[in-house]
């Protein structure tokens, strides 16, 4: 696949995000606008890259948890509007104004900065305004929502750009919370709109609300998850079909013929029961490869499950592979396809007894990541810069 010889390494499939944000974008219909989510490095897959592609592909707004994250993409020279969901409380306003960033609001306190530093800078600043309907989180509760409404309104240099709030539990097959969580946050806009407050942005939706609900409210949808062919759960409808689009691969660093009974990395607990071949890869919890999968995981070899023998080490990890015929510079797959074989995202979680969305987030930024584009490189994010003087 490439001749790098990197030691780890991801690979994110641009078609196969592509192909993601289409279904998406084909679910939504014609009347909404899609929102890609691209918070946490596009949740380890790539801010920048996952961004352009999800952009030229008809994705309108992108969303970031901190402004350092957007300030990312606009260094990058994508221009689509940003919103920030994660707390704009404090500070900031004059990046926020200055790139075009959109703020979340959660309560009156950041108002009276922004609206100085809007008058300031001579240029509004974008406010949408997040309601609690059961998220339990970040939003202000329904019933102070008008006046903070209000309050953004009649607040020189703000503009009044949208209304949001979050599902919690979308993704479980019961829907009744979810669908009174609609009733709660539909009879909010009405009551806004008799106020003659008609923000132009409204949106409530996340990937499994797109996947599962036949209908919602609002003309904008926020997913995150599906765009990198993840489903939300085990629960939501896999007939939507998505496709996975990271692999994460690596090279086997060092073969070994051991004897029965030899202790296997820190801790020494795993014993060969017999003679057998171990290989060293050189990959470990530094990358994002969980300890919790030490004596659990497996990964794939030429087509082969290999499990994982003793415990993860920081940098590397040990497996079994008998009497595969393998040597050093040998492609292992840690997440991804092999042969017949599949290693997902879902299968660690389950090891792990978390979710995909942590699997893949937390993949080192220390792992170069390569971009294919009809299977070819059509990007590479390494360590090209060691070093820079501020
Ligand atoms: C992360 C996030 C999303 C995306 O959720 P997915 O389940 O990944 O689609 C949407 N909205 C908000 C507010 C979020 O924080």
């Not at 009347?31 to 989510?37: P, Q, T």
């Not at 500070?91 to 960033?101: M, Q, S, V």
């Not at 530094?286 to 920081?314: D, F, T, W, Y």
């Not at 792990?352 to 490189?377: C, F, H, M, Q, W």
Request: glycine content about 8%; proline content about 5%.
């Amino acid at each position: 696949m490439n001749n790098l010889n990197y030691p780890a390494w991801l690979e994110i499939d641009q078609d196969k995000l592509s192909f993601n944000v289409r279904q998406l974008l084909d679910s939504i219909g014609a009347d909404r606008e899609l929102l890609a989510v691209v918070k946490a490095d596009a949740y380890g897959h790539g801010a920048v890259p996952v961004a352009k592609t999800a952009l030229a592909n008809g994705v309108n707004w992108l969303g970031v948890n901190l402004i350092r994250e957007a300030l990312e993409l606009r260094q990058a020279g994508i221009k689509a509007p940003i919103l920030i969901l994660g707390c704009s409380s404090f500070g900031y306003c004059e990046e926020i104004i200055r790139h075009d960033l959109t703020a979340v609001i959660t309560d009156s306190r950041p108002l009276a900065a922004l609206s100085e530093t809007a008058q300031r800078l001579g240029k509004p600043a974008l406010v949408q305004i997040k309601v609690d309907t059961g998220m339990g989180r970040l939003g202000v509760e329904p019933s102070s929502l008008l006046q903070l409404a209000e309050k953004v309104v009649r607040l020189p240099g703000l503009s009044f750009s949208g209304l949001l709030s979050h599902f919690p539990v979308a993704d479980q097959s019961d829907k009744s919370f979810t669908l009174n969580q609609i009733d709660i946050f539909i009879a909010l806009i009405d009551k806004l709109r008799l106020r003659g407050l008609n923000p132009p942005l409204v949106h409530i939706a996340n990937s499994a609300g797109v996947i599962d609900l036949t209908d919602y409210p609002g003309n904008l949808v926020r997913a995150g998850i599906a765009l990198y062919g993840l489903y939300p759960s085990g629960e939501v409808d896999h007939d939507f079909f998505l496709k996975p689009i990271l692999s994460f691969k690596a090279r086997i660093s060092y073969v070994k013929p051991v004897p029965a009974g030899v202790g296997i990395s820190y801790g020494l607990t795993y014993t060969t029961p017999e003679e057998t071949r171990l290989a060293v890869i050189p990959v470990g919890y530094a990358h994002g490869m969980p300890r919790g999968l030490s004596n659990k995981g497996e990964v794939l070899i030429q087509g082969r499950r290999c499990p994982i023998r003793g415990r993860v080490c920081m940098d590397s990890t040990i497996v079994e592979v008998g009497n595969l015929d393998v040597e050093p510079g040998d492609e292992v797959v840690l997440i991804g396809k092999s042969g017949d074989e599949y290693i997902g995202a879902d299968e660690w979680a389950y090891h792990l007894d978390t979710i995909n969305y942590e699997i893949v987030a937390t993949l080192a930024s220390r792992l170069p990541r390569l971009y294919l584009v009809n299977g070819k490189i059509a990007i590479r994010r390494d360590f090209k810069v060691l070093y820079e003087e501020a």
